[in-house]
């Protein structure tokens, strides 16, 4: 008789956070007056007050985690401000600027520009369409860059010739999922979590090969923006209500930060949306 071979639980990798700089914006001025992308409704009613404070959790939740966040001031009539992560793509120092789409956003990204210029950043005014770190996500040898709703291809050119890094063309086709950080998060220089359904065929095979080892979202999970989350590493910021990506991150080693960005999800944001990197490498 074979001798019965032991139960051996599988490892789970030590996870290691990495602190981060971050850029946010208080949503003072925070409001629905408009639609620009499928979840926003003028006629739900939003309120900046309920905004505010849970933009204040999602900010203490960050310097408790060790992470330094710096603030820019928020400008009246610019109720989308507080999605700073839109602001532009920072990487070794340098910044790629962000030209809005719709023109309801358009003065935010020389307002952005301005910040970082006084901040010590080289910034590149762009000549492209682009709404930053929405459609652009860095990982360690490379930068994944979303089109099809918001940005031009041509920009993720542009942006590969001024930061010298490679850039990776994603196409998005699912309207509720109108910038890359709404479909796809890093969750280490190496490796990202993901939403297939966001992407086009060819987009998703791309995926496949660059990372094998995914973490694939469900719709569910999703379609509460709940890839639109910040990583250092280990820990994972993340809307609430996505209970089954909060549970696939546990069981791959990683610590989920649940917090409650409910008001600002009428506007179509999240952790991420709120949240723009500024990488000094």
Not at 65 to 92: C, Q, R, T
Not at 217 to 245: C, H, K, P, Y
Request: glycine fraction near 10%; proline fraction near 8%; hydrophobic fraction near 45%.
């Amino acid at each position: 008789m074979e001798p019965t071979q032991p139960s051996v639980a599988p490892v789970t990798p030590e996870r290691t956070a990495l602190r981060r700089h971050y850029l946010m914006c208080r949503p003072e001025h925070f409001a629905v007056t408009y639609a620009i992308n499928p979840w926003m409704d003028p006629a739900a009613g939003a309120s900046a007050e309920k905004a505010v404070a849970q933009w204040e959790a999602l900010r203490e939740a960050y310097v408790a985690l060790g992470h330094e966040v710096s603030l820019i001031d928020p400008l009246p009539g610019l109720p989308d401000m507080v999605f700073a992560a839109n602001g532009a793509l920072v990487v070794g120092g340098r910044a790629y600027g962000a030209r809005f789409t719709f023109p309801e956003r358009a003065a935010e990204g020389p307002a952005y520009g301005e910040w970082l210029r006084a901040g010590g950043f080289d910034v590149r005014e762009p000549e492209h369409t682009n709404e930053g770190e929405g459609d652009f996500l860095t990982l360690d040898g490379l930068i994944l860059a979303g089109t099809g709703f918001r940005t031009d291809v041509a920009a993720h050119q542009e942006a590969q010739e001024f930061l010298g890094r490679p850039v990776v063309t994603l196409r998005l086709v699912d309207p509720r999922f109108y910038h890359l950080d709404t479909a796809l998060f890093p969750l280490d220089g190496n490796n990202v979590a993901y939403y297939p359904g966001a992407f086009s065929p060819g987009s998703r095979a791309v995926l496949e090969r660059l990372f094998p080892d995914a973490l694939i979202a469900s719709e569910a999970d999703a379609a509460v923006l709940g890839l639109n989350a910040v990583s250092d590493g280990r820990n994972v910021v993340l809307n609430a209500e996505a209970t089954g990506l909060a549970e696939a991150l546990a069981a791959r080693g990683f610590n989920p930060v649940p917090v409650d960005l409910t008001e600002l999800r009428k506007a179509g944001g999240g952790p991420k949306c709120c949240t723009l990197e500024l990488r000094s490498v």
